[in-house]
């Protein structure tokens, strides 16, 4: 065979191989002798017909594709060695002629990720500071939490909840049907229908009111979009939100016995909560910075890939098990939605690809010791939170041997040992990435970091899952 290389944009190279007259008849023999057996002619014993008459009842074209798909991967690994190519993943191939066989291949090669000089970047890190009227905020979070739904005797207004009974149709075919149903009078709301909160202002209970709405011109389903919807609407009860005050008694029932100790531990959880956003904010900065002078390029094959993982875990997310039902509920194009996602999934992939690279320039690499002891205290973490899902006094010394058992294997599984391994490199990636940029020791530790926007590498996740 011959083949001819061509250098293409984004890490891409083309490779052309030309199957010669002679291979491509011996790869048919091949494909013959493969598929002969599999067939039985009337009259004759199997294997003993004439192989005109076997060709013909296999087909001329079978045994070509049979041909042409048997020879590629040989002649493929021949071709990347002779031409001293590694190929990052899968390539595309395409058959530019069957007789004699020539295939154009477009092979992704090996990321190029050049970090520049790093080691010269140097950011500067937020300010984590926590004022009083951040910790009150939060308490008011907490009691409004707490609130319950009392009754009033007046007209429905904004901030109400309205207890009502509707019906909506659109050129006659339902649309909304329910009684007694909660609804919240928040103003400018676009449920379920721009302008419906609007027009439930001022009713009176028992009171029932019919009005027109248009319906929006890209609402989810475009048999509905841009038409006129008529409601009906009866108020059964006006309610507001009622908030018990901050005192001792609230703190109580979180658990704390004054409201001084709920105070300091909503304090010292919002004083964490901004360490760590602005970690995350100064690893993104970093990152960017990194990618800004240096050089990460890649084939488009990762990208669309990352969109595709995007796209899936974008539909679980609203609770689809398939994509193809999660794009008739947004009642948008695929590729318009795969556009959108593009620049996250861009920016995914060059953040993975820098800090693999730096992983490997600052020589960091966690050792079977370090991955046994994170095992170890994955281990402790997760009995202990099965013992107080079911109650500590209720697990026999048996059960609880057992459990631990199934966890060790589960934990020391190959793939959740280098998903382990993994994770503590990112981590350790993170760290020496912080101590770089801020010239100093690293801070939080990077558990804690969870990049926007970043690579699945450096987000944390628990390694159970």
């Not at 659109?170 to 049907?177: H, K, Q, S, T």
């Not at 389903?221 to 908030?243: F, I, M, P, Q, Y």
């Not at 970690?279 to 990194?290: G, M, P, S, Y």
Request: aromatic share 4%.
């Amino acid at each position: 065979m011959k083949s001819t290389v061509k250098e293409l944009e984004r890490r891409q190279t083309e490779i052309r191989i030309e199957v010669e007259d002679e291979e491509y008849t011996t790869a048919k023999n091949q494909a013959y002798k493969k598929l002969a057996p599999r067939v039985e002619i009337p009259g004759f014993r199997k294997g003993k017909a004439p192989r005109h008459i076997v060709e013909q009842a296999i087909g001329k074209e079978n045994i070509e594709d049979e041909a042409i798909e048997d020879m590629f991967p040989s002649l493929y690994e021949q071709a990347l060695e002779t031409h001293d190519l590694y190929a990052a993943t899968t390539p595309s191939v395409s058959l530019e002629q069957r007789d004699p066989p020539v295939y154009q291949v477009i092979v992704p090669l090996r990321p190029e990720v050049n970090l520049g000089d790093y080691k010269a970047l140097r950011i500067e890190q937020g300010s984590a500071a926590v004022s009083d009227e951040d910790v009150s905020a939060a308490l008011d979070r907490i009691r409004q939490s707490q609130a319950v739904l009392a009754p009033v005797e007046r007209a429905v207004q904004f901030g109400d909840f309205a207890i009502i009974d509707v019906k909506a149709s659109v050129e006659e075919e339902p649309f909304l049907d329910h009684e007694q149903v909660s609804y919240e009078m928040v103003e400018g709301s676009p449920m379920p229908i721009p302008g419906f909160a609007d027009a439930l202002v001022g009713m009176e209970k028992d009171e029932t009111r019919e009005f027109t709405l248009k319906m929006p011109e890209d609402f989810r389903t475009a048999e509905l979009a841009g038409k006129d919807c008529t409601c009906s609407v009866t108020l059964r009860e006006v309610k507001v939100k009622e908030a018990p005050e901050l005192t001792d008694s609230l703190a109580q029932t979180f658990g704390f016995d004054s409201l001084d100790a709920l105070r300091e531990r909503v304090g010292n959880d919002l004083e964490s909560n901004a360490q760590t956003q602005a970690r995350n904010e100064l690893v993104n900065k970093a990152l960017d910075a990194i990618a800004a002078q240096g050089k990460v390029e890649f084939a488009p094959v990762f990208e669309e890939r990352e969109i595709d993982d995007l796209l899936e875990n974008e539909a679980k997310r609203y609770g689809y098990k398939e994509v193809a039902d999660y794009l008739k509920m947004t009642n948008r194009a695929l590729e318009a939605i795969r556009e959108d996602l593009r620049p996250l999934a861009e920016k995914r992939i060059v953040n993975g690809l820098i800090l693999t690279e730096l992983a490997m320039a600052e020589d960091i690499d966690p050792t079977a010791a370090e991955v046994d002891a994170r095992i170890d205290e994955l281990l402790t973490q997760s009995l202990a939170q099965s013992q107080e899902q079911v109650g500590a006094d209720q697990v026999t010394p048996e059960a609880k041997e057992a459990l631990e058992q199934r966890m060790r294997d589960y934990l020391n599984s190959p793939e959740m040992r280098d998903s382990i391994e993994h994770r503590l490199r990112t981590n350790r990636t993170l760290d020496r990435l912080v101590e770089i940029v801020t010239g100093a020791e690293a801070g939080a530790p990077a558990e804690a970091v969870e990049t926007e926007a970043a690579a699945a590498p450096v987000e944390e996740e628990s390694e159970n899952g």
